[in-house]
Structure formats: structure tokens, C-alpha cells
């Protein structure tokens, strides 16, 4: 899995989504930025991008996944 693969499954779930992939092994470290996030807790924003990466995640080619999520006005 490349770093453009796992950006593409993302940026196809999450509208309008900025995504940033690192990969260590099958460690993915993502930072996404999307107004899909507007009103939604930390535990939800974790689901819309768990769901974007289901398949990969249960195949086994992503073990762990890391994410910070942000609405564009959060952005740092």
C-alpha cells in the first residue's frame, strides 16, 4: 500500500478532504482536514475515516492507524 492509495481511499469517503499519509510498515499517520467534521465529537470524526480504511484495515495491510482530524477553521 502506498502513501497515494491510502489518500485516495480517504479523500473518496470524506468530501472536500485534505489528507496527509505517512506509512511506517503498515502504520498509517494521517492528519485530515474536512467541513465533514463540523459538529462532529472526536469519536466520530475517527469513525468517518476508520470506515474509508475498512478494507485495508480488516486485509491486514494497515495494522494501526494514527489520525489528528480537523474542521479547516481548527487547522493549526
Do not use: C, W
Not at 492509495?5 to 480517504?10: G, I, N, S, W
Not at 503498515?26 to 470524526?45: C, I, T
Amino acid at each position: 500500500m502506498q502513501v497515494e492509495d491510502v489518500k485516495a481511499l480517504v479523500q473518496g469517503a470524506i468530501a472536500d478532504s485534505e489528507v496527509e499519509v505517512t506509512l511506517e510498515g503498515n502504520h498509517a499517520h494521517l492528519v485530515v482536514v474536512s467541513n465533514a467534521f463540523e459538529g462532529l465529537n472526536a469519536v466520530k470524526r475517527q469513525q468517518l475515516v476508520y470506515a474509508s480504511l475498512q478494507e485495508v484495515i480488516a486485509s491486514g495491510v494497515i495494522h494501526a492507524v494514527h489520525m489528528k482530524t480537523y474542521t479547516p477553521a481548527e487547522k493549526p
